[in-house]
């Protein structure tokens, strides 16, 4: 059984910052890539960044140079550092970790609940 949970969300000011943690957690399992995504009222859930177990990271343009995402292989968490935060990445923050069957060999996508980020101006 996987386990995905985001902490972190909160209310901040424009101009400030949070940190997202995603713990994913499965015996059996190895997790590959992680992401967080986002979803704002009205709005399709789009994909924030993310990163594979090498370090490897992409992120979407309209948070690049200020979100920073990392991970802790050891304890598979991974981590959203959001800067210079704005009004428009006010929503819903959801963790999707790629979890791979050891014994097979298999990959499943697994969400978090997600972590709500309001943003006020």
């Known amino acids: 059984q996987v386990q995905v949970v985001e902490s972190g969300g909160g209310l901040v000011q424009s101009g400030g910052s949070l940190r997202l943690s995603c713990v994913a957690s499965?015996?059996?399992?190895?997790?590959?890539?992680m992401g967080w995504y986002r979803q704002a009222p009205g709005k399709e859930r789009e994909s924030v960044a993310l990163i594979t177990s090498g370090g490897s990271t992409n992120y979407a343009d309209s948070v690049k140079g200020r979100f920073t995402i990392s991970r802790d292989n050891a304890k598979n968490t991974g981590y959203l550092q959001m800067n210079s935060l704005k009004p428009e990445d006010t929503g819903v923050y959801y963790c999707?970790?790629?979890?791979?069957?050891?014994?097979?060999?298999?990959?499943?996508?697994?969400w978090g609940q997600g972590t709500q980020v309001t943003v006020s101006s």
């Open positions: 999707k970790a790629r979890g791979r069957r050891l014994a097979s060999g298999l990959e499943f996508d697994y």
């Open positions: 499965g015996s059996m399992f190895s997790f590959n890539i």
